[in-house]
Every structure is written in C-alpha cells, then in structure tokens.
C-alpha cells in the first residue's frame, strides 16, 4: 500500500512563508503544538466571575445539581395528571349559560308579558283650596317672608310684688313693664329714694343688693334727658328688678348710698361720666377723669376728637424737638 502523504498537497503560507500545514485524515493523531487543531464538541463551561450572579440564582443552580438526572420537579402538570378527578377550579367568573369556550350566554326568549306598573290613584282635589304658587322667574329671588319678631314690652300683670308695689306708691309708679325677662319700673323722682327703701326692708322684696347703676342720655327728650338705671337683686328671693326714674339736665338726684353702701363708686361714675349731682353723696367727685377735666365724655354731644388737647396744654409742658431722620431706620421706625 502506498503512503498517502506523498500525494497530500502542500497549501502555501500568505506570508509568503513557503512552509505547509498538511491535511491529515480523521483517523491520524494530530501533535499537540499543531495550529489549527479541531475544538472539542463540548468544552467545559469556564468558571463564573464573582459577583456576576445573584445569591438566589446561585442557590437555584446548586439544588439543581444535587437532584438526579433521573428524577425530575414535579409540576403542576403532573398533580392534575395524578389526580385526574380533582377539578381545577376556573380563575374567570362563571356568567349562567355561558359555554365552556368562554362564548357569552344566548338570552332566552319567554313567552311572559311584563305587566304595567299599576300607579296609586291620586287624591281627589279640594275645589276650595289655595291654587299653587307659580315658579318665580329665571333670575328674579322671591322676597323673604316677613319676620315676626318677639313682643318686645308687656305690662306687667298678676305679679303679688308689681300689685303691692303699685298699691303702696299708686300715680309715683309710671310704668311697671317686662323686657326680655327683666321686670321694669319707671317712678318719679320725687319717689325715688322712698322706692329704693321700700325695696330694701319690705318682707316680700328684701332686695338687699345693688348690682349696678348707671345712666341713659336722652338729649331730644325735652325735659327728661336723663335715666337713672338702678338694677337690683334679693338673695333670699332670688329674683331681680330694674328702677328708673328720669331727670331733667342740670337737676340732682339723691343718692341711695346709705341703703346700698355699694352704689357709692357707681353714683361717682356716673357724674364723671354724665354730669349728674347725686344729694347726700358722701364724696362726690371724679373717679376715672381729672376734676378739671373739660366735659362728661358720655353725654351725647360731647365731641371726640382733639377734646384731650385743652387739658394737655394746660397741665403738661412740652415742646417739640428736632432731630436728625438721618438716624432712624425707615423700614422698622425705630432708632439704630
């Protein structure tokens, strides 16, 4: 048998290198430093660089190793094929006639007519009743009803306190009213003071407190341009009673201080405030104001503005002083 090297042609090197690689058969081993040697079919996977997995992958591939070749996962595929007469229950809601191919239900023709609605039969009309009011106009808003307001004063009648007040005194009470829940009793003042004792000692009364008093400027009503507005309470009675008694401008009333030591700094307020001498005042005089003080800042045509000036100027010394605005901050109004 001839060799068949001898007939193996020689491919030239590109270089211009005039050295050959001969062509062998499968069956000839090739050396080891041969250049262009066969790759195996499989090589071996090369070992994987830290990090480039995950820990939940890495844990995945080595319980995959460890199970054998022969046994294989169990999959849901095989827990219905194991248990073939479990039905698995449908993950779609089941609509009635409707196939199992998913197809919608065909509705089924009935044969039944709906009955109407029977409607309730309407009340008979009164012939004689109001007709209905007709819908206001587009834009226009209806007028509010009228508002009926409380019944502000009423006489005061069947009170055992009112009738034995109006017995003892008769034409010196003028008015004997209800406001609000407060009983008012208007006397003149010539029976004024009489009235407040009465109050004070009988036994039906016994109001031994005075809670205020104070004054009202009336200056249109001729004559009577003042309300003195004494309020009391009787503890024992637990019960309250408003007096009034009205004034001319200039005239004096008389003091209810020795009945109600407490009315001493009240009758005080009301002369600084209104003017009003009260006779048998122990200290008269001012309370909230200078006694050189121009005017009683609550009557009604005391003037408001620059009324602080005459007294200013009379009793404080001042001057104005220039000073450089240099100096103060624009921005906050205060010096630097």
Known sequence: MEDETKDTPKVPDPGGDQKGVDQR??????????????????????????GSSSPAEEIEAKVKAEIPSQEKLKTEAKVEAALPAVEKPSM?????????????????????????????????VDPSAAPPKAAPAAGHKPAPPAKKGPVITVDITD???????????????????????????????????????????????????????????????????FDIVILLYSVPKNRRLRVKASLADGEACASVTGIWAGADWMEREVYDMFGIRFDGHPDLRRILLPEDWPGHPLRKEYPIEYR????TDKHLDYREIDYDTSVIDVKYGERR
């Open 159 to 225: 009170d055992p306190l009112i009738d034995r007040i109006r017995g003892r005194f008769g034409d010196a009470i003028t008015e004997a009213v209800a406001t609000l829940g407060q009983q008012i009793v208007r006397v003149k003042k010539a029976s004024y003071l009489e009235l407040c004792k009465f109050l004070h000692d009988d036994e039906e009364a016994l109001f031994d407190m005075c809670t205020d008093l104070t004054a009202i400027h009336w200056p249109d009503r001729s004559g009577e341009e």
């Open 92 to 124: 779609t809601p089941t609509v009635e006639g409707a196939s199992k191919e998913g197809e919608p239900p065909v509705p089924k023709k009935t044969d039944q007519v709906s009955e109407p609605k029977k409607t309730p039969p309407r009340a008979p």
């Open 25 to 50: 058969t499968s069956d000839s081993p090739a050396p080891d430093n041969t250049v262009g040697a066969d790759v195996p079919e499989k090589a071996p996977p090369l070992p994987a660089e830290a």
């Open 308 to 311: 602080d000036n005459e007294w």
